[in-house]
């Protein structure tokens, strides 16, 4: 009986360390991209809402030279499919106002998006800072709903 008890527990350990690392991310925060975040342990979900910080993965940005498979980023999402995005001369808006950079801090030119609806498929993500390269730019873009690998459960 005890020797059946030790593998039940070893067992259960197994399942737990599997669930755990085929379930779960931990990233550190190496730009300044989200407000008073150093690390952030993500949960795989499908299920994301306005207002989460998510785990973007395979997702293009023309000035990174990093293979796609390796770009990770995180970034809070703003914009689900059918939300509107309106340009006017204070930058791009979808529920708050999101100033428009002209440039990178390396000097890359940005384009400010040109899409005024985020279509089905794609959501819209920023980072906190003001000078975060996310979805505000055609460098950037739109992020598929798909690139997302689940969302931040915990931050610090």
Not at 45 to 52: A, F, I, S
Not at 102 to 130: N, R, S, W
Request: charged share 25%; hydrophobic share 40%; with cysteine.
């Amino acid at each position: 009986m005890k020797q059946l008890f030790k593998y039940g527990i070893l067992i259960t350990a197994a399942g737990m360390g599997w669930w755990a690392f085929t379930y779960t991310q931990l990233h550190l925060c190496l730009t300044p991209s989200l407000d008073n975040v150093r690390a952030l342990l993500f949960f795989k979900t499908n299920d994301v809402r306005q207002g989460d910080i998510v785990f973007i993965q395979g997702h293009s940005y023309k000035h990174l030279d990093v293979p796609l498979e390796k770009q990770i980023f995180a970034k809070r999402l703003i914009g689900l499919p059918g939300d509107r995005i309106i340009k006017d001369r204070t930058g791009l808006k979808i529920i708050r106002a999101l100033p428009v950079l002209k440039e990178t801090k390396e000097g890359y030119p940005l384009t400010p998006l040109a899409t005024q609806i985020v279509p089905e498929g794609y959501v819209f993500v920023t980072g906190d800072h003001p000078r975060s390269v996310d979805s505000r730019y055609e460098e950037f873009g739109l992020v598929k709903q798909e690139e997302i690998w689940g969302k931040a459960v915990l931050t610090w």
